[in-house]
């Protein structure tokens, strides 16, 4: 009896060379399946910037329609400004939205292209320019 014991014990553990193929398994899956997902997930940021931007947007026109002015810097958006027409807060967040890469959006009056204003994500690479997910994002595209 002792001997079918030991050899049930030894025939259930694993061969380092089924352990080595099982690991080679997992990495090929992994290689196969991790660009697809970080490329939805650049995606994502993308929607989520645009989102945002459009949000902004319409806060900021909403603003001007009770001001007659925009604001100064998007904090105007949640903070009373000392133009007596003001009735927000315009924007329902305790703190400014971010892009889709966790960065602030950057805002300028007048803005490009003879905008009143303009309202734009830099991109995964925080930087102006780029093409691809580095591409700047504006309120106006």
């Given at each position: 009896?002792?001997?079918?014991?030991?050899?049930?014990?030894?025939?259930?553990?694993?061969?380092?060379?089924?352990?080595?193929?099982?690991?080679?398994?997992?990495?090929?899956?992994?290689?196969?399946?991790?660009?697809?997902?970080?490329?939805?997930?650049?995606?994502?940021?993308?929607?989520?910037?645009?989102?945002?931007?459009?949000n902004?947007?319409?806060?900021?026109?909403?603003?001007?329609?009770?001001?007659?002015?925009?604001?100064n810097?998007?904090?105007?958006?949640?903070?009373?400004?000392?133009?007596?027409?003001?009735?927000g807060?315009?924007?329902?967040?305790?703190?400014?939205?971010?892009?889709?890469?966790?960065?602030?959006?950057?805002?300028?009056?007048?803005?490009?292209?003879?905008?009143?204003?303009?309202?734009?994500?830099?991109?995964?690479?925080?930087?102006?320019?780029?093409?691809?997910?580095?591409?700047?994002?504006?309120?106006?595209?």
């Amino acid at each position: 009896m002792k001997k079918r014991t030991r050899n049930r014990a030894i025939r259930r553990s694993f061969t380092l060379i089924e352990i080595m193929i099982v690991v080679v398994i997992i990495g090929m899956l992994a290689a196969l399946v991790g660009p697809r997902i970080i490329g939805s997930l650049d995606k994502a940021r993308v929607t989520t910037t645009k989102t945002q931007l459009v949000n902004l947007k319409d806060c900021v026109q909403r603003f001007y329609m009770d001001c007659s002015e925009y604001p100064n810097t998007l904090d105007d958006l949640m903070v009373k400004t000392s133009n007596a027409k003001w009735d927000g807060p315009y924007l329902d967040a305790k703190n400014l939205p971010k892009d889709g890469w966790d960065n602030e959006f950057v805002y300028s009056v007048p803005g490009a292209d003879n905008q009143p204003f303009d309202i734009i994500s830099y991109g995964a690479d925080k930087t102006s320019g780029g093409e691809g997910y580095n591409a700047d994002i504006s309120c106006w595209n």
